[in-house]
Nanobody, 122 residues
Framework: QVQLVESGGGLVQAGGSLRLSCAASGRFKNYAMGWLRQAPGKEREFVAAISWSGGSTNYADSVKGRFTISRDNVKNTLYLQMNSLKPEDTAVYYC????????????????WGQGTQVTVSS
């Protein structure tokens, strides 16, 4: 069984920064991971993904150059560093684990965290 627990969300002014963490229990290090978000009234959308080794990453165009995804396979933790935050980044942020190990990024997520709220004020 895999459990994912996000933390680090909060209220920040536009232009500020936050660092989200996702602590994983169960199988983590051999699986690609992702961050997704859902704003009120909108569908969940992809934010960033990282391969199981950390050697490959991908970002949504809307966050490219501002957000950085990383992972620590010793600590079983996924991170999302968010800089230059904008009001449109306001959403609940979820971490997710892919379903198959040792694969390139497939964006097929099997396990999800409960989410952490990020609110950016203008």
């Amino acid at each position: 069984q895999v459990q994912l627990v996000e933390s680090g969300g909060g209220l920040v002014q536009a232009g500020g920064s936050l660092r989200l963490s996702c602590a994983a229990s169960g199988r983590f290090k051999n699986y690609a991971m992702g961050w997704l978000r859902q704003a009120p009234g909108k569908e969940r959308e992809f934010v960033a993904a990282i391969s199981w080794s950390g050697g490959s990453t991908n970002y949504a165009d809307s966050v490219k150059g501002r957000f950085t995804i990383s992972r620590d396979n010793v600590k079983n933790t996924l991170y999302l560093q968010m800089n230059s935050l904008k009001p449109e980044d306001t959403a609940v942020y979820y971490c997710a684990r892919e379903s198959s190990p040792l694969r390139p990024l497939t964006y097929k997520y099997e396990y999800w965290g409960q989410g952490t709220q990020v609110t950016v004020s203008s």
